[in-house]
């Protein structure tokens, strides 16, 4: 039995037509090689990584809810503008693309530096926060808990405590 032939999805390099990406909805395809998804909402349109990075399920697939997709499998859910995950399960960020719009086609070539998207704290919030922190229990929920306190700037002391004989 011979192998299905891999259908053909649209290089953003070499530009897509405005109208094939719906509103509000995204366009499957690629920027060279890497996978990709033009999201549009309105006028505005997003190049991201086309797969979570929880499970690698197909953000295509996903629902677009403001300046967000979310992944169909396990709705983890990220940010168009900066790439990062802003919801659990997922704790890595998606790539990004640059998007172009010359006459009625777009375009998606320049991948965009992986952004925090965030700020760091003032002086006075470090001064008032808490100086360590303790979380109780090593699993997803703990490693997760740990890095959202890293992403927000907090730069304490993290304790993690756990029965897992592995670190998250």
Not at 65 to 80: E, I, K, M, N, Q
Not at 115 to 140: D, F, H, W
Request: aromatic share 6%; net charge negative.
């Amino acid at each position: 039995m011979a192998d299905k032939p891999t259908p053909a999805v649209p290089d953003f390099q070499r530009g897509v037509p405005f109208q094939s990406v719906p509103d509000g909805g995204a366009l499957a395809g690629r920027v060279g090689e890497d996978d990709a998804i033009l999201v549009r909402q309105g006028d505005e349109l997003f190049a991201v990584g086309a797969h979570c990075t929880h499970y690698h399920g197909p953000l295509a697939d996903g629902l677009v809810v403001g300046d967000t997709v979310r992944c169909p499998w396990h709705h983890a859910c990220f940010s168009l503008r900066t790439g990062e995950p802003v919801r659990a399960p997922a704790l890595d960020s998606i790539a990004r693309w640059r998007v172009e719009r010359v006459g009625d086609t777009v375009y998606a070539r320049e991948k965009l530096e992986e952004s925090t998207g965030r700020t760091a704290p003032s002086a006075a919030a470090r001064s008032s926060g808490p100086r360590a922190v303790v979380i109780v229990g090593g699993g997803g929920a703990g490693l997760a808990a740990a890095d959202a306190l890293r992403r927000e700037g907090y730069d304490g002391s993290v304790t993690m405590l756990s029965a897992d004989d592995a670190p998250p």
